[in-house]
């Protein structure tokens, strides 16, 4: 089993249509992340998480909300989706050491398509 | 601004050949950088991390090098294999928000790499 699971892996909706995706994690990290990939692009942080009440924004966090349910469970809400909104959505987990470089441990990713 | 570019976009080996990818970046001040490999349909994989000090480091066919001065980075991939296609992607971490202790990580684009038989 992987080490972080985000479902659903693949999503199509429509505009104005309310998603949420959800990433479970068995490292035992503290630290949670949300990632947008979009083509040619580099990984953008959405929000990111370093405890359960700790919520942070990431660079591109508007028109997104996350929720952070347990130490194991970070999950990214659309409100309203919108068509540019369509990319392929990574969480990622990393311990609580940034000194030791901060490797992020990826999940393999939730597509979403907005129509 | 605090950017990482690499080049090429896309490259395409015969495998069994060595190839060569390249990172520069701004980011300052700089912490240290990663590689990541990224195989189609999956979350990237740290392949190595270097930081200031180090110039090279190696994990198996895969050899990075660090240029601290000039802010370059390469990663080298001798005898390729059809499992090395993949997109490789450069991470920089610099800055500390010091409310959050979060190291700001910029991620590169990405080179795409197909060997072929």
């Known amino acids: 089993d992987a080490d972080v699971t985000q479902t659903p892996r693949n999503r199509i909706t429509k505009t104005g249509k309310r998603i949420m995706l959800e990433c479970s994690q068995t490292k035992g990290h503290d630290r949670m992340y949300w990632y947008r990939q979009d083509p040619g692009l580099g990984l953008r942080l959405i929000y990111y998480?370093?405890?359960?009440?700790?919520?942070n924004k990431g660079e591109i966090s508007d028109g997104y909300s996350v929720s952070r349910q347990a130490q194991a469970k970070f999950s990214l809400s659309l409100e309203s989706a919108i068509p540019n909104q369509t990319a392929l959505y990574f969480c990622a987990t990393s311990a609580s050491d940034y000194q030791r470089g901060g490797e992020l441990f990826f999940g393999e990713g939730s597509r979403l398509t907005v129509l | 601004k605090n950017q990482v570019e690499q080049s090429p976009q896309s490259l395409i080996i015969l495998e069994g050949k060595n190839c060569t990818l390249q990172?520069?970046?701004?980011?300052?001040?700089?912490?240290?950088l990663r590689w990541y490999k990224q195989d189609t349909g999956r979350g990237p994989v740290s392949l190595t991390i270097?930081?200031?000090?180090?110039n090279t480091k190696s994990n198996g066919r895969y050899t990075a090098t660090l240029d601290a001065d000039t802010k370059q980075s390469s990663l080298h991939i001798t005898a390729s294999q059809l499992s090395d296609s993949a997109s490789y992607i450069c991470?920089?971490?610099?800055?500390?928000?010091?409310?959050?202790?979060?190291?700001?990580?910029?991620f590169g684009p990405g080179t795409s790499l197909s060997v072929i038989p």
């Open positions: 998480s370093f405890d359960v009440k700790d919520i």
């Open positions: 991470v920089v971490s610099g800055e500390i928000n010091m409310k959050t202790s979060y190291d700001k990580v910029i």
């Open positions: 990172c520069n970046y701004t980011v300052s001040p700089f912490s240290n």
């Open positions: 270097m930081t200031f000090s180090e």
